[in-house]
T-cell receptor, first 111, second 117 residues
């Protein structure tokens, strides 16, 4: 059965800290891995990763994929209170278009 | 704002009832996906439509059904509601043209929160 596991489940940090969120997966016919940020409601798209070793970057956020070890990390540097959210990792696999989601990492950033 | 719209924002209803959730995809997107998010299950894929046709099914209950109309909006119908159906229901859309081909980002709507009392 396809599986996506995120760790840690929850993270509490102070503003300015750097955090690393992990996502590992076991799926058949991997196609892509996506990161989303969920604040109050809708998950908002952050990154899509399809190739190993190529870092994607957007401001203070960056992510990289390792297809050999079957994991991805999402880094957030110089965290701000506005980064507080649930970060979701999802994998697209097989021959359908559905996304398989992990349970998410809840990040809380305090001033 | 992702460009995906969902109505209503919130629904409160009783067990045994039937509700309809509505979704309008981003302009130009042909694929619509429905997901359910409950506290204990995380985000779970329910069903996908592509240009009016069912494309993929996830763990969707038989009491649930969906359709995509010629104008590409989609409706998710939930019937014989149970307490356990209380959840956030998300719609997402993408411009994907063929299953099994290139990957495409799914953009999520704001969700409909369903509360079954």
């Amino acid at each position: 059965e396809d599986k996506v596991v995120q760790s840690p489940l929850s993270l509490v940090v102070h503003e300015g800290d750097t955090v690393t969120l992990n996502c590992s997966y076991e799926v058949t016919n991997f196609r892509s891995l996506l990161w989303y940020k969920q604040e109050k409601k809708a998950p908002t798209f952050l990154f899509m990763l399809t190739s190993s070793g190529i870092e994607k970057k957007s401001g203070r956020l960056s992510s990289i994929l390792d297809k050999k070890e079957l994991f991805s990390i999402l880094n957030i540097t110089a965290t701000q209170t506005g980064d507080s959210a649930i970060y979701l990792c999802a994998v697209e696999a097989g021959w359908t278009d559905k996304l398989i989601f992990g349970t998410g990492t809840r990040l809380q950033v305090f001033p | 704002d992702s460009g995906v719209t969902q109505t209503p924002k919130h629904l409160i209803t009783a067990t045994g009832q039937r509700v309809t959730l509505r979704c309008s995809p981003r302009s130009g997107d042909l694929s619509v996906y429905w997901y359910q998010q409950s506290l204990d299950q995380g985000l779970q894929f329910l069903i996908q439509y592509y240009n009016g046709e069912e494309r993929a099914k996830g763990n969707i209950l038989e009491r649930f059904s969906a359709q995509q109309f010629p104008d590409l909006h989609s409706e998710l119908n939930l019937s014989s509601l149970e307490l356990g159906d209380s959840a956030l229901y998300f719609c997402a859309s993408s411009s994907r043209r063929s299953s099994g081909g290139w990957s495409d980002t799914q953009y999520f709507g704001p969700g409909t929160r369903l509360t079954v009392l």
